[in-house]
């Protein structure tokens, strides 16, 4: 007997390269695409409504979609995992087919519904299509662990093969004598909820900038291609004042919940660019948006606090302020610089901002102005911005406030230089912050700085209908500098006086980091001597005679060979006995853990 | 008592790595390390205190105290004296910090037993005012030790400016009246007075090495003369551009005085278009002649328009930073005014490129071994030209991807085989996430 099948949508919501649903379709006798909603969850998470509509209208596509295959989405109220006994029985189940899903959470969830799945006795077909790679293969190209820098990614990237080719859209012929049950209720019992229907207030709610779905996405990556063949400039296109709008050619929340296949985008702009090119190979910059996205998602597969500071072996510890109403201002685009208050007033009105706006607004909250933690500004992201997707967000929140993946720190945006620079005129301000409107552009920046006259003149007066700067940005920036400094300085063991030098080398496989990054060598204890900027304490004083103070690690070297060779034993040991008490999932934390017992071997070795 | 301290420690070592846990797999390695011994015929009580606190020395306080717990002869060697000369308080409040304080406990009973040991103090305070209290509650309380250094560290906030001047001025002058002689003060962004440094200097002047306060708006020129003109063994000196005066640099080129090392100047626009004064070019030179070897550290946070009495003449400055926007004229200035440069870092500058500036500051600036550039523009032809000149000698070069804008020459793709290939070792532009 043909098979009936479930296809479990959650993201990959197109019926183009998916290489999952083309399984459930394959000789089967019945097909089913399901998607789970919780409606009581809807309405607590913190997902906002603009979100929800996008899904709801790439879950309505999807279903237009299948019903011009005499299909229908099924959307099931409920958690999978309490549901899906139910259903594999009520539907005599006998194959279950789904994306594969690489974030931490998602594995787990997966495959707690694998062995469900398994119990009742349903075949269960995985496939990679959310990621241009295979992950895993790239961790295990790395040595086992994700490569922490942006060039070592590359570096292996370039060692793969390329990725695969998409797969063919779903249509009649594939479907073949695959149908699929409809009952006369599947509205009723099935069918996509409304905003309103999952607690949403839709009254005054402006109509979508980024409508959902994959019919929308394939338009736009048409004309996202026609316009890269119109421009034939491949680089990454010089930020400008046009750039910070919502463009119809934008991809990034496509991306994100899978109405575009990443390979489609992939092989199009290949095909482009030789076309263009006259087929010359195409550089891998030609694909940045893309691998970044991948090389996140490569960072976060296996860490599963991957989005927390504590806990998380690659995040610096960074000793964030705590404070409530400094974050609401920064969220609500109360802060008195428009600059960052217009891109936080797009960010919740249209679900989408420009990166380098990101950049903007992130470096304000943490290291630049407000030294708030990333965390907090990734849940406000997590919330508004429709392509924020856990790897992505996280790790991209981690790269802007420089806890992790070894940047340089120096650079700080300046809330009124970089938008000044960026789009001269202010129209970006005036359009998204209706109450600066009368500003000229001399002061639309720093309204602040403007005479009263002005002010009156703008009919808005500062401190009154716009609020005051937040922070004095000269004085805040001093600061975070210098702490920045400290911590790297910390974490590098660099004694010098350059601010440059303080940033931990990357060594050849770009997870040397590891080390430096493993909470125990950055604890360093209560008592110990980290106090680099005395000079006259012990270990220092000779520091402030030549740049760089004898530390730790030349201590270290100092050991004999024969010590050495006793260390390197006993943590072998160490090794054996933790992996046995570890699994593999932990393995990041573990080689924390095991560096750590190296130095404490070392330490009591060395008097032995 | 004892009982008490465990749980402290276990405080302590909190956080992410979880000290506790740690030390309980280290024990499974420690087990085994046992038995090798034993079959080498060693025996741990037979260590002699001396070994023993080399030993602790190396150890977390965390393990010293679990190892206090083992037998007499441990717990004598957890109360050496020469354990607690270094103590860093932490004092965080769980409303405006993610990190762990110091036990409240640990606190009393170091004060309590081990205050005359402590030589090497530092304090890491949060954002919030009780932090900074509690700091100066502390200090306070020292009164029969002798600090050699003290470090005074918000870790958020200036929280110590938020707290009355008189408490905390007064648990800073506790300090500097008993210790005698403290080499080391690093009391930036607080309300130390001019008052409060003259009894520094009256009691530390002969001892006093190293001194940062930058920030420290309650301090006068004058203030920061008495302490030039006393304390002739300083050596490090950090402070804002309001207190550098020609003075104060003829006080430190003085014949009493050691060859000073670093010089540090913040220079902070409190409001825009606020005017600055001017130092003699002869006063540098004065500097220059009495200690040859001086780096003159400037960071500058200033707008662009206030850059105007700057670099007007050669200044002796090796490291430059430029928080804010620069122009190219100031950068073109930079060219003929810094010989000495070894450090620039520029974080902003409009938007027309930084080509023959840069070629200059190679040219000029022969000592030049790092750059860094933010949103800045700089053709590729002239970034190669710049690090072909540079050559080796450039051992940190960090230019954002952005920076470099193709030209008829190079595209972006070729750049980083080209200056990999005059620098002797594989270089990329600094990369940013498209996200």
């Not at chain 2, 409009?350 to 070629?359: S, T």
């Amino acid at each position: 007997m043909a098979p009936n099948s479930i296809h479990w949508f959650r993201k990959g919501l197109r019926l183009h390269d998916n290489p999952a649903l083309q399984e459930a379709v394959r000789g089967a006798g019945t097909v089913r695409c399901v998607y789970f909603l919780d409606p009581w969850f809807a309405g607590s998470s913190n997902v906002g409504v603009n979100r929800w509509r996008f899904l709801l209208q790439c879950l309505e596509d999807l279903d237009a979609s299948l019903r011009k295959l005499n299909s229908r989405l099924f959307v099931i109220r409920g958690q999978p995992a309490n549901v899906f006994p139910r259903l594999f029985k009520e539907w005599k189940i006998s194959r279950l087919t789904f994306e594969y899903d690489s974030e931490p959470f998602g594995k787990e969830r997966d495959a707690a519904i694998k062995k469900l799945a398994m119990e009742a006795g349903v075949e269960v077909i995985v496939k990679i299509s959310h990621t241009l790679y295979d992950l895993d293969k790239i961790i295990e190209l790395n040595g086992g662990q994700p490569p922490l820098t942006y060039k070592r990614f590359q570096t292996l990237i370039s060692r793969l093969d390329p990725p695969e080719m998409p797969v063919e859209t779903l249509s009649d012929a594939l479907m073949g004598g695959c149908v699929t049950p409809v009952a006369e209720d599947h509205g009723e019992k099935y069918g996509v909820p409304s905003l309103e229907e999952l607690g949403f207030d839709t009254e005054g709610l402006p109509s979508a900038v980024w409508p959902g779905g994959e019919t929308e996405a394939l338009t736009r990556i048409e004309r996202h291609l026609e316009r890269k063949a119109w421009v034939a400039n491949f680089e990454r296109p010089r930020m400008n004042a046009n750039s910070l709008l919502a463009s119809p050619t934008g991809l990034s929340p496509y991306l994100r919940f899978g109405c575009l296949s990443c390979r489609l985008f992939y092989f199009k702009l290949t095909d482009l660019y030789r076309k263009v090119k006259k087929n010359s190979s195409p550089p891998l910059s030609l694909y940045g948006q893309l691998l970044w996205r991948e090389f996140f998602y490569t960072a976060a597969t296996n860490n599963p606090r991957f989005d927390k500071m504590e806990g998380n072996p690659i995040c610096v510890r960074i000793p964030w302020d705590k404070n409530p109403e400094a974050l609401a201002k920064w969220a609500e685009a109360k802060t008195g610089f428009p600059w960052i208050d217009a891109i936080m007033t797009q960010l919740r009105q249209e679900g989408w901002i420009h990166h380098l706006a990101r950049h903007a607004v992130a470096c304000f909250l943490t290291r630049g102005d407000l030294w708030i933690s990333w965390e907090e500004g990734m849940k406000v992201f997590e919330e508004l911005l429709l392509d924020a997707d856990w790897s992505v967000n996280a790790g991209s929140w981690m790269w802007l406030s420089c806890s992790s993946f070894f940047q340089q720190f120096f650079h700080c945006y300046c809330p009124v230089g970089f938008g000044r620079r960026t789009d001269p005129n202010g129209d970006f301000i005036r359009r998204y912050l209706p109450v600066l409107r009368g500003f000229p552009a001399k002061f639309i920046y720093d309204p602040w700085n403007a005479p009263e006259s002005v002010q009156a003149a703008a009919k808005c007066i500062i401190g009154v209908h716009y609020p005051k700067p937040m922070v004095h940005h000269a004085e805040a920036s001093r600061l975070n500098i210098e702490r920045m400094k400290q911590l790297y300085q910390q974490l590098s063991r660099y004694r010098g006086l350059g601010l440059l030098a303080s940033v931990p080398s990357t060594n050849g496989n770009g997870n040397g980091g590891m080390m430096a990054y493993s909470p125990g060598e950055q604890q360093s204890g209560t008592n110990n001597n980290n106090s680099h900027w005395a000079a006259a304490s012990p270990e220092s004083e000779s520091a402030s005679q030549n740049g760089k103070g004898p530390g730790k690690r030349s201590r270290r070297a100092a050991l004999s060979t024969k010590c050495r060779d006793r260390v390197q034993r006993s943590a072998l040991k160490v090794l054996k006995n933790s992996a046995l008490l570890f699994p593999s999932k932990y393995k990041k934390h573990l080689q924390a853990e095991i560096n750590a017992s190296k130095i404490k071997a070392l330490k009591c070795l060395k008097v032995i | 008592m004892k009982r008490g301290l465990q749980e402290n420690e276990q405080e302590e070592g909190g956080g992410p790595s979880g000290g506790y846990q740690k030390s309980i797999k280290w024990s499974t390695k420690q087990e085994e390390e046992e038995k090798e011994l034993e079959e080498q015929g060693a025996s741990w009580e037979c260590l002699p205190q001396e070994i023993l606190l080399h030993i602790f020395q190396y150890l977390p306080l965390l393990d010293r105290a679990y190892a206090s717990l083992v037998c007499r002869g441990w717990n004598q060697a957890f109360h050496m004296p020469e354990l607690w000369r270094c103590f860093e308080f932490e004092l965080n409040q769980p409303a405006s910090s993610y990190l762990k304080a110091t036990h409240p406990e640990l606190i009393k009973q170091i004060i309590k037993k081990h205050s005359n040991h402590l030589q090497y103090v530092s304090f890491k305070v949060d954002s919030s005012r009780e932090s900074a209290e509690a700091a100066c509650n502390i200090l306070s309380q020292l009164v029969n030790c002798s600090l050699k250094t003290l470090g005074l560290i918000s870790t958020a906030r200036p929280s110590f400016m938020e707290m009355p001047k008189s408490h905390f001025i007064s648990a800073l002058t506790v300090v500097f009246v008993n210790s005698k002689s403290l080499s080391s003060l690093k009391i930036d962004d607080t309300p130390v007075d001019d008052p409060s440094l003259k009894v520094l200097v009256a009691n530390n002047s002969d001892t006093l090495k190293l001194l940062k306060m930058s920030s420290c708006p309650h301090v006068s020129p004058a203030g920061i003369m008495c302490v030039a003109d006393q304390c002739h063994g300083l050596r490090e000196l950090a402070l804002n551009y309001h207190l550098l005066s020609d003075e104060l640099l003829i006080a430190l080129s003085s014949e009493k005085h050691v060859h000073l090392e670093h010089l540090r100047i913040d220079v902070v626009s409190e409001n825009p278009g606020q005017q600055f004064h001017t130092i003699k070019k002869s006063s540098w030179d004065a500097m220059v002649r009495h200690s040859p070897k001086f780096n003159l550290v400037m960071y500058f946070y200033l707008y662009e328009e206030e850059f105007d009495p700057f670099f007007r003449d050669e200044i002796p400055v090796t490291h430059l930073y430029f928080g804010r926007s620069v122009s190219k004229d100031v950068l073109g200035r930079v060219g003929l005014t810094c010989p000495r440069l070894v450090e620039l870092v520029v974080c902003a500058n409009g938007l027309r490129p930084l080509d023959e500036e840069l070629i200059r500051i190679a040219q000029r600036c022969t000592q030049l071994s790092a750059i860094g550039l933010g949103e800045c523009e700089v053709s590729c032809s002239a970034f190669v030209e710049f690090v072909k000149m540079c050559g080796k000698r450039l051992k940190q070069l960090s230019i954002m991807e952005e920076v470099l804008v193709p030209d008829h020459r190079y595209e972006l793709d070729d750049i980083h085989w080209e200056v990999s290939k005059h620098l002797g070792r594989v270089w990329f532009p600094d990369m940013m996430p498209t996200w």
